[in-house]
């Protein structure tokens, strides 16, 4: 009797410690804070479980404007960032909370508004456009967030000369996110500013067929950069800098960009790799 009993002890104890590899392995992770455009579109979702399948590391993500997103980056509450505000995330850097930033991918912002074109925006530069809807008092809605989306809204108002029409009533902002912003601007018939991305997802969503059509698009100044960097260790004691940095390798890597290259809806490319 003895003898089974130490057989199962023995066995009992083996099946504990060759668990121990696996167990650490899915329980190693990392918290990254991103933009909601690239959790909106199922991006994250999609490249995630490949990127824990690559490393063993499992991925958490907090999806936020941009100006929270380093935020919580400067509050030491993540290990990593991916957002698309390019002069948000220099002063980052130098203001010593970030490092290692590097391109990823990049799509393009679009102004998308009701099929009637009430203002009569269609087919106008960025600037003309922007300029018609002030002058007509169009709904124009903003997230109001401080995302990455909003700071080029806000850039793009004053590179028409215009401007931040803030304290007019046509102009709304809603303080949340892209997905969210275009339904209020739908359900207002009004006009907004969004990433392709985001657009194709919400088109996705509506069957192909939404309320919302692209009327501004392609000007140079629409582009949009997306870039990962890992919170500084020198200003973050406990951040996982190291698995930051393995992230950032795998998401710029051959493989990685791959992915994201055919990561599609609607047959479309939703983001452009383009690490270096």
């Known amino acids: 009797m003895k003898t089974v009993w130490k057989i199962i002890a023995t066995a009992f104890v083996l099946s504990f410690f060759l668990a121990i590899p696996a167990f650490s392995q899915s329980t190693f992770s990392l918290m990254m804070a991103t933009t909601t455009s690239t959790d909106n579109t199922g991006l994250l979702e999609y490249l995630a479980p490949e990127f824990t399948k690559d490393t063993g590391i499992a991925l958490k993500w907090v999806a936020t404007g941009t100006g929270k997103a380093l935020k919580l980056g400067e509050n030491c509450d993540v290990d990593v960032l991916m957002v698309h505000a390019p002069e948000a995330e220099k002063k980052f850097v130098a203001d010593g909370f970030g490092k290692d930033r590097r391109e990823i991918m990049y799509n393009d912002f679009v102004i998308i508004g009701p ?8 087919g106008k530069s960025v600037t003309a456009a922007l300029k018609t809807i002030e ?17 080029k809204e806000i850039f793009l108002w004053k590179a028409a000369d215009l401007t931040l029409p803030e304290k007019e009533t046509w102009y709304v902002q809603t303080g949340q ?8 601007s739908e359900e207002k018939n009004g006009y907004t500013m969004t990433d392709r991305g985001t657009y194709i997802k919400y088109a996705h969503t509506a069957g192909g067929d939404p309320k919302l059509k692209v009327l501004v698009e392609g000007d140079d100044v629409l582009k949009n950069q997306y870039r990962v960097m890992a919170v500084n260790p020198a200003h973050c004691k406990n951040v996982k800098y190291e698995t930051a940095l393995k992230f950032a390798d795998w998401i710029t890597s051959d493989r990685a960009q791959k992915l994201i290259a055919e990561f599609t809806l609607l047959g479309k490319v939703l983001f452009i790799p383009n690490a270096g």
């Open 135 to 151: 002058k007509k008092q169009a709904v124009f809605v903003s997230r109001g967030d401080s995302s990455g989306t909003n700071k």
């Open 115 to 122: 099929v009637t074109d009430p203002a009569g925006i269609k």
């Open 177 to 184: 996110g892209m997905l969210a912003t275009i339904k209020v």
